[in-house]
């Protein structure tokens, strides 16, 4: 993977302080730190790879932190999914794998250090009595009536709480700021609260639990991140996060500097974890990996390329102001990476029978076919032809319109690596529906022998009806009807009820032999891969990656 990341504001950042010394050795140390409560998303790819681009850049660290400091909704499963896909994106954490519960009797001392400096102190006052005490964005906030609580007694009090001797909600512990600062974050934010869970990662038995505003600059800062690249909803409260390393004092010689970066939107795409995880809970999508979705499992699962995210990802850079981007543009660069990647093969989405009248009966041709026009290193492979094809419905129109130059009757077109045909009758069914064309070929124009007699305009793909196979196929279309703003009561709402038809094509033989993930283009119909979870051996199910057409092109 390239690390040569387009100059930005961070990378300015960076080069600013390393011209200033100020991180010895102008050393440069990054981390991408998920809360394993559910799988990443693209959003967290473009986190992820700016972070870990940025350390290679400057030939520094990366770290991989589980931020897990709510056991309440996080996973091992989640922790699992999250190191799979960020390795298939190619990042590695090399042997840098930390987890925030790892810190917590270090977070705790802490908190006790914060207490002693009067800069904490326990609280009586409920959540909603905090929130109340808040004050607004116009009108400051009041002091807890158990603010100046003694040293000694918030002491007492919090090793209380860390002992389980009081219920959850009943105490909390608070940071000592200012309740009448303009920031919200500064009103003596909440630090540790108290939970009776058991941890799933550490031995001891927890009944406080930090926040995350103060475990995140306080795991920084003892991994000695230089760095600490955030979303944009952390700007307001980078003052908290520099206010606690600010008064730690292991860490007022040398700590983190957070900076902030505009969050990925892609259009049309549902990307929070809480909508995601409702989705999965709720039996509306095949799980986390939907090849739907806009997980990173999904992606895969689907039959996106790790190098093509890695593109979009490097060409999209990073911002100070929220955009959305278009999810042509993602479709972009997957297109790009697969079409000097896939074999081509022939596939009939929607078939129409074809008999070439004037061919032998029982008699069974393999043409030669270039593999990929665009890498001839792929060689050339057999396909097999006869007397019945399979071409697309679309294909053929009785009562052509203007400048249709595919099958109607009369007209003769090329099937592709083989011979000109020519329609001379219609079958249809009781109906009226066309079930059955009646062709002649050409055996003189046989694709590669250098015929030149004549010229047709129109080239349609097709499939031997007597050594073809079927196959499933998983036509995908966006999972939301429309992309207008949604919201946690309305968003099901919104779900489009054909984003997935599952339809049965006809492919060439070869194609059986396919495995998990395999990627081929569908002549003329897009690109499809192989999915992990439905096929079997000697039965691929096909996903549809993406169309073939691109309605976005570079510097649109």
């Known amino acids: 993977m390239e690390t040569n990341e387009k100059t930005n504001f961070i990378i300015n950042a960076i080069d600013e302080d390393n011209k200033n010394h100020v991180y010895t050795d102008e050393r440069v140390h990054t981390r991408f730190p998920p809360e394993p409560n559910g799988y990443l998303h693209i ?20 770290n991989l932190r ?39 009797s270090k977070m ?25 005490y808040r004050g607004t964005l116009k009108e400051p906030g009041k002091e807890s009536p158990f603010r100046n609580r003694s040293v000694s007694e918030n002491l007492e009090l919090f090793e209380k709480m860390k002992a389980g001797e009081f219920d959850e909600g009943v105490k909390v512990l608070r940071a000592k700021i200012d309740m009448a600062s303009p920031n919200m974050n500064m009103r003596d934010p909440v630090i540790y609260r108290i939970l009776h869970t058991k941890h799933p990662n550490t031995d001891e ?105 890695q593109a979009f990802c490097e060409e999209i850079g990073v911002a100070k102001a929220n955009s959305t981007v278009d999810i042509a543009m993602l479709e972009h660069f997957i297109r790009d990476d697969l079409k000097l990647k896939a074999p081509r093969v022939n596939a009939v989405l929607d078939p129409l029978k074809v008999t070439i009248t004037n061919y032998p009966e029982g008699q069974t041709e393999w043409l030669e076919i270039e593999t990929n026009l665009d890498v001839p290193e792929m060689g050339m492979h057999k396909m097999p032809f006869g ?50 064309l009646k062709c002649t070929y050409d055996p003189e124009t046989k694709s590669g022998s250098g015929f030149t007699g004549r010229k047709v305009k129109g080239t349609i793909h097709w499939v031997s009806a007597s050594e073809g196979k079927q196959v499933e196929v998983h036509m995908l279309n966006p999972l939301l009807k429309d992309e207008e703003g949604f919201d946690a009561d309305t968003f099901l709402d919104k779900i489009n009820p054909d984003s997935l038809k599952k339809i049965t094509a006809w492919v060439e033989p070869r194609v059986l032999e396919a495995s998990p993930y395999d990627k081929f283009q569908f002549v003329r119909q897009g690109y499809f891969s192989v ?5 079997t051996e000697g039965n691929p199910v096909f996903n549809q990656v993406v169309p073939l057409k691109s309605s976005w092109r570079p510097g649109k």
């Open 108 to 132: 705790a001392e802490y908190a006790v250090e914060l207490i002693k400096k009067g800069l904490a102190f326990v609280d009586d006052l409920n959540a909603d009595q905090i929130r109340e």
């Open 43 to 62: 959003g967290h790819a473009k986190a992820s790879l700016l972070n870990y681009r940025i350390a290679k850049k400057y030939n520094g660290k990366f």
């Open 387 to 436: 007397r019945e094809i399979y071409v697309e419905k679309s294909d053929f129109m009785e009562v052509p319109v203007k400048k249709y130059f595919r099958l109607f009757p009369g007209n003769e077109v090329r099937l592709r690596g083989a011979y000109f045909i020519t329609c001379n009758e219609v079958i249809k069914d009781e109906n009226g529906e066309v079930i059955e």
């Open 66 to 104: 589980f931020d897990d400091t709510n056991p309440v909704k996080e996973d091992i499963e989640y922790v699992n999914s999250i190191k799979e896909d960020l390795s298939w994106l190619g990042i590695d954490w090399e042997d840098r794998l930390y987890f925030a519960s790892s810190y917590f």
């Open 205 to 309: 038995d927890w009944y406080i639990y930090p926040m995350y505003d103060f475990a995140h600059p306080v795991e920084d800062a003892i991994e000695g991140i230089t760095h600490s690249l955030c979303t944009l909803e952390f700007e307001d409260h980078r003052p908290f996060y520099d206010w606690v390393l600010a008064n730690l004092d292991d860490f007022k010689a040398e700590h983190p500097r957070q900076i902030e970066f505009a969050k990925l939107n892609l259009s049309g795409t549902i990307m929070g974890k809480r909508y995601l995880k409702r989705l999965v809970d709720e039996g509306i999508v095949d799980g986390w990996d939907d090849p739907r979705l806009a997980t990173i499992s999904g992606m895969r699962r689907r039959g996106y390329t790790p190098e093509a995210i």
């Open 531 to 535: 999915d992990p979870k439905y096929s």
